[in-house]
């Protein structure tokens, strides 16, 4: 059976940080291509990160510099780590796992389903 759990979200103040990780188990973590995309109630989903079985990783230009995605397979647990927040973070986020050959952040967006498997989010709120 397949899992995916995010954790580490919050009420954080503009400016601050927030770690957010992802413990995964019932798939080959190292095989697979993971990251994460956050979307609002009503609103389009939005490529955040991706790191590849080979950790390439890619980020949308909205994070880019402040945002930091690592993976440990020893763990099977992928994190987030969100410096500078800014109030257009807020938002649930969640995490991705694919086994498709392209590994990239824009991919979350694309389709109905934004990867093979995905968990149930967890809630991101900064205050400005």
């Known amino acids: 059976q397949v899992q995916v759990v995010e954790s580490g979200g919050g009420l954080v103040q503009a400016g601050g940080s927030l770690r957010l990780s992802c413990t995964t188990s019932g798939f080959t973590f190292s095989s697979y291509c993971m990251g994460w995309f956050r979307q609002a109630p009503g609103k389009e989903r939005e490529g955040v990160a991706a790191?590849?079985?080979?950790?390439?990783?890619s980020y949308s230009d909205s994070v880019k510099g402040r945002f930091t995605i690592s993976r440990d397979n020893a763990k099977n647990t992928l994190y987030l780590q969100m410096n500078s927040l800014k109030a257009e973070d807020s938002d649930m986020y969640y995490c991705a796992a694919d086994d498709s050959t392209f590994c990239h952040y824009s991919d979350y967006a694309i389709g109905q389903s934004p990867a093979k498997y995905w968990g149930q989010g967890t809630q991101v709120t900064v205050s400005s």
């Open positions: 790191i590849d079985t080979d950790s390439t990783t």
